[in-house]
């Protein structure tokens, strides 16, 4: 015969009301119950658990090392009765979602933050897209919910979040040296310099962002990488305005002015992998992404008309 958990419950609750009386009332057992049961457990560990001081319970210095140890066990078991329950009640094991990187990452963290603290028990996989990758990811079965542009058909999407890219160069790049805000630049000379662009995510395609047929091109991964090599003076290119707003009001990366093209919109959407039937958990998810971007519009606007 082994100690249960509800023997270790019980000894948690002496130790923490001080006292066998006040414990009782804690978990709804009788007294001699709880006497008995601890009594019990001193037998099977043949170890001293408690001890009495005064008109209190207190641990032994073994009981408390015990005690310890069993308080793990303890916690496993209520999550684990926590997830039971989460399960019983319809939410989801596990949400995977595929995100644009051009969507701002401070919204993602924000979002997950909060649905984290709701749904405690469901486990988050985030794959961060480029170009068609969530396409991908939502045609091939991989994701529950994606954020990417237009143009994925055959999957229920709301509008969410219109980006912004503008294009982009450390204020010494030498392509500043042949333009003012009187005569901009033709897109055209842009080639004359190297132009970096960020690769499509998606396996079943070999596709770039923006690319102007340059002379140089440079391409990455990750759009993080591109504004870091761009910072270094070692290209242009277009970059979302939300992952480079402190940037460009620090004047660290500065607009190229151009005649026509230095701006570019794309409206991402919110996407489900089943046209109805998602979980709560998908659905709660959504949610925070609408009122994410809603709450903070006003904010990127403003950003926006510090920038021109």
């Known amino acids: 015969m082994k100690v249960t958990l509800e023997q270790w419950r ?28 601890i009594q019990k457990m001193e037998q099977m560990l043949n170890v ?5 001081k005064g008109r209190k319970a207190h641990l032994t210095d073994a009981g408390r090392l015990l005690l310890q140890r069993a308080e793990h066990l303890l916690e496993s078991s209520a999550n684990i009765d926590a997830l039971a329950a989460s399960l019983n009640a319809g939410e989801e094991a596990e949400i995977s ?16 933050e909060q649905f984290a603290a709701e749904y405690p028990n469901t486990r988050i996989q985030l794959y961060e897209t480029v170009l068609s990758g969530a396409a991908e990811a939502l045609i091939q079965g991989q ?34 040296d042949q333009c003012s805000v009187a005569e901009p630049l033709l897109i055209e000379q842009l080639s004359n310099y190297r132009q970096l662009v960020t690769r499509d995510s998606a396996l079943s395609r070999n596709e770039d962002s923006g690319w102007l047929e340059a002379d140089q091109r440079w391409t ?23 992952r480079i707003k ?14 026509a093209g230095s701006c570019r ?28 971007c809603d709450n903070d519009h006003s904010n990127y606007s403003k950003i926006k008309s510090e920038i021109k």
Request: aromatic share 8%; glycine share 6%; charged share 10%.
């Open 220 to 242: 990455v991964s990750n759009i993080a990488t591109s504004v870091e090599m761009i910072c270094r003076g070692m290209g242009f290119a277009w970059i979302p305005v939300t």
């Open 48 to 52: 001293k658990l408690l001890q009495v």
């Open 143 to 176: 994701v529950d919910m994606a954020i990417a542009g237009s143009g994925v058909s055959h999957f229920l999407a709301e509008p969410l979040f219109a980006v912004d890219f503008i294009a982009v160069a450390a204020p010494a790049h030498p392509v500043f």
């Open 97 to 112: 979602i595929a995100v644009d990187q051009t969507f701002p990452t401070e919204y993602v963290g924000a979002v997950l």
């Open 265 to 292: 919109s794309m409206m991402l959407h919110l996407y489900y992998a089943r046209q109805e039937g998602s979980g709560p958990g998908v659905q709660r998810l959504a949610e925070l992404f609408h009122q994410c």
């Open 246 to 259: 402190e940037l460009l009001l620090r004047e660290a990366l500065v607009p190229i002015p151009l005649q």
């Open 10 to 37: 019980m000894l948690k609750a002496v130790v923490e009301h001080g006292g066998f009386s006040h414990a009782a009332a804690a978990v709804h057992k009788s007294q001699s119950s709880i006497h008995h049961a």
